[in-house]
């Protein structure tokens, strides 16, 4: 399928920044099966620094910002080919040890209640992909999908703990549970194409589990499937943290106010 993306992000400020620099993860992950057929990424009111690939193998721009106006706008636009692997992504590869992903982060650090979580799964005799749906089953029925009521810093315990989240706490509880049971995970964002629908709310977030035999597996919670051919993957972390679309800092009392539009559709 091949699937054409229109990403803008605005952000406002009500006087110019006096300096920063953001770290951007936009450009999707061109590999067998999910081919970057064009790609642009375009920056007004920042300045692109350099460009470079991270130890998960995301693309990231470097951009810096110091008193050029009161508006930052980054737009990213392009088309990318992807088939259904059944949420297969392949092989390990990449600067990162495999062994890494087992580490936990502040954001999947197991405590009690995924503790509590992982006590109702069958044991490892009945197979490792679907003891790992039966997670996603045991993960959707935990933590209810409620917008609005987390954000990027609430963590597992805490998404388990108050029983709701959206896309990225069911990825990190997911994450969290899945490396307790050994397997090293890992946190994946990108866009979804919505079938009844061209706009997008935001982007979507899923997780994937290194499987032996076939690698790393998706595993998108919020919908209980695998990702397949209408799933973009665009960056990979241990943590939204480091697959976050936009990072960095800025300095200055300027407020700042967020805008952003997604169109995802089939071409």
């Known amino acids: 399928m091949r699937l054409r993306i229109l990403h803008t992000t605005r952000y406002r400020y009500d006087t110019p920044v006096e300096y920063g620099l953001m770290q951007l993860r936009k450009t999707p992950k061109d590999r067998p099966r999910h081919r970057v057929l064009n790609w642009r990424l375009t920056v007004e009111g920042g300045r692109l620094e350099t460009e470079f690939t991270d130890q998960h193998a ?11 106006g009161d ?4 737009t990213c636009e392009g088309e990318v080919e992807v088939e259904d692997t059944a949420g297969v992504t392949g092989p390990h590869s990449g600067y990162a040890p495999l062994w890494l992903f087992l580490r936990p982060t502040p954001l999947t650090r197991p405590g009690p209640h995924v503790r509590k979580l992982i006590k109702g799964l069958p044991d490892a005799s009945i197979g490792d992909i679907p003891r790992l749906h039966e ?10 999908y409620e917008p609005g009521r987390t954000d990027t810093a609430t963590r597992a315990e805490d998404a388990l703990e108050a029983g709701h989240g959206v896309c990225q706490d069911h990825a990190h509880v997911f994450i969290t549970a899945a490396r307790l049971l050994g397997y090293p995970a890992r946190y994946a ?22 499987v032996e035999g076939l690698g790393w597996v998706g595993f998108d919670i919020s919908n209980a499937i695998s990702p397949d ?21 800025r300095f200055g009392a300027a407020a700042e106010s967020l805008d952003v539009s997604i169109e995802v559709q089939q071409q």
Not at 135 to 144: I, P, Q
């Open 58 to 68: 995301n693309h990231v721009h470097l951009i810096s910002l110091g008193s050029v």
């Open 71 to 74: 508006d930052l706008v980054i």
């Open 135 to 144: 997670l996603v089953a045991l993960v959707r029925g935990a933590v209810s």
């Open 189 to 210: 964002g990108g866009y979804l194409m919505m079938n009844d629908r061209v706009e997008q709310d935001a982007g979507h977030a899923w997780a994937e589990v290194h």
């Open 229 to 249: 051919e209408r799933y973009v993957r665009v960056a990979t972390g241990l943590d939204y943290t480091e697959a976050a679309p936009v990072s960095g800092v």
